[in-house]
């Protein structure tokens, strides 16, 4: 696999496919739940990371995000985040990784005419965790879900303006949820850009097929990638082991 490209591995079967990563060569994003967090043994994450590196692979992190939410207008929902970030922490000082990818949690549906008091609440929050990021030595990078189009990111990251802070750009939620094209979203947020998380559908679901077999337009991406951040990471996104071999041939094309 070449060093830029990682794969989705949910923390719960890290034990189970470990094997077969190393083999394979593949350097793992590993996704951890609520319920990863609250299970996470210390001295087995050490073990697992010890091999991981010692076999020359990278990692990265994808942070827990179900009902979370950086920016929230309720304190308690904020705590719960912050508490569930901690972990994450805690986990980055072990594995080490590259970066770190969180949901920032907003959307216009539900924060529309609150966007200024999300906003607030998200650049306070993250203030907090980018000091543990620069001690570690990885990057935290905020992924757009129901982002429409790039502007509360941009005044996010833009606020934040740190080079700890940077954005991982989701191709499949851009597909469903765009209003502007590829390249109005990489002029505002290419220049922040650490992360891509790759993977296709036909603009209905988050079908997380293998890239070449929805409808998105690859050679454009790449190309954007390649002009705005090519030293970027490059995560595919494949929930089976099938999905993931199939994209793993399919980005040869481009990486």
């Not at 020359?56 to 979370?68: K, N, Q, V």
């Not at 000082?93 to 907003?106: D, E, N, S, T, W």
């Not at 850009?193 to 454009?220: K, R, S, T, Y």
Request: proline share 5%; glycine share 6%; aromatic share 10%.
């Amino acid at each position: 696999m070449h060093e830029r490209v990682h794969a989705h591995v949910p923390y719960l079967r890290l034990s189970d496919q470990l094997e077969h990563i190393i083999r394979q060569r593949i350097n793992p994003e590993i996704a951890f739940s609520a319920e990863g967090l609250d299970l996470l043994a210390g001295e087995e994450l050490t073990a697992q990371a010890r091999l991981l590196h010692t076999a020359g692979l990278a990692t990265t992190i994808h942070a827990p995000f179900l009902d979370l939410n950086p920016g929230a207008l309720d304190h308690t929902i904020r705590e719960a985040t912050r508490l569930r970030f901690r972990q994450t922490f805690q986990a980055a000082r072990i594995l080490q990784p590259r970066a770190i990818v969180f949901h920032p949690g907003y959307d216009d549906l539900r924060y529309g005419d609150k966007r200024m008091a999300w906003l607030e609440n998200s650049v306070d929050f993250w203030r907090e965790f980018i000091p543990i990021a620069r001690e570690i030595g990885c990057t935290i990078a905020v992924e757009n879900i129901f982002e429409k189009e790039p502007s509360t990111l941009h005044a996010l990251l833009e606020t934040v303006d740190d080079p700890c802070f940077r954005h991982c750009f989701d191709v499949g939620h851009w597909n469903m949820f765009t209003t502007v094209t590829m390249e109005d979203w990489f002029a505002e947020l290419g220049p922040f850009l650490a992360e891509v998380h790759v993977h296709d559908n036909h603009g209905q679901a988050d079908e997380h097929l293998p890239l070449g077999e929805g409808e998105i337009d690859f050679d454009l991406l790449f190309g954007l990638v390649g002009h705005y951040a090519p030293h970027a990471i490059l995560t595919i996104e494949a929930h089976t082991p099938e999905r993931l071999e199939r994209a793993l041939r399919n980005i040869r094309t481009y990486v």
